[in-house]
């Protein structure tokens, strides 16, 4: 299977980097062919702008929307777009690695997001959520939290882990037609001890040697 890793956090000895390691090595043991985009190591600029094109069509007025089709027709995606999207193009399962941020992406990865997931390349046309570019495709976010579990059961003062991905579960992924499968959360690293993290990353290990076989989860429609 083709995998590509997508992974920020800005210290490269924290736990997600170690789950980010854990992912890339243990894919690799079981045969897969894996890519990776390190966010932080590569200075990604998640700023939408004009710099996501190589030239723009309309230079007095920047309409994002109407440059990324006018950009998909003439392939004029910048470099570091185009070969983000060619990743994401290539891969039959993706996973994002990160930290939960006030509830949803650490704004690197959320700009990566706004930057590569282009209309008329990514989106559009009526290409969406089943009749999505990346139908067939499946995705997985791998998270961390600082809250306890208990936290994040419905009720607990932070409410549903599930209703709190599901922006990025449905709102993201499934737009673009990929399948989700059960997100894997390590809730508050800081508070277990090392022995229990490296029981996780074991587990989470263990889980990556199967996860071709995994069926996707049902994020549901409110
Ligand atoms: P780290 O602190 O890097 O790691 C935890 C421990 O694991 C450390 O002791 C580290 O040394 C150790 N470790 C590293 N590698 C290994 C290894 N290989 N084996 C064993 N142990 C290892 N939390 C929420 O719940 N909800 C929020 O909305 C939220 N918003 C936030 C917003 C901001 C701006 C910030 C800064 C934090 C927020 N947090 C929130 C907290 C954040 O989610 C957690 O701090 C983060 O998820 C913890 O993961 P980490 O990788 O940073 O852990």
Known sequence: MKVFVVYWHPEPQSFNAAMFRTACEMLAEAGHEVKTS?????????VSSRNNFRSVKDPDYL???LEEMHATGI????????????????????IWQFPLWWF????????????????????GGGRIYETGVFRGKRALLSLTTGGPEEAYRKGAF????TAILRPIHRGMLQFVG???LAPQIVYGPIRL???QRKQHLASYAKRLQEIAHESPIDVGIY
């Open 38 to 46: 390190d966010l932080h190591e590569m200075h990604f600029d998640p």
């Open 63 to 65: 309409k994002l929307q």
């Open 75 to 94: 392939k004029g995606f910048s470099a570091e777009i185009e070969a983000e999207m060619e990743k994401l193009e290539w891969c039959e399962l993706m």
């Open 104 to 123: 949803g992406l650490p704004a690197v990865l959320k700009g990566w997001v706004d930057r590569v997931f282009a209309m008329g390349r990514v989106y």
């Open 158 to 161: 932070n409410g549903d882990i």
């Open 178 to 180: 990929f399948d989700i």
């Open 193 to 195: 001890t090392d022995e």
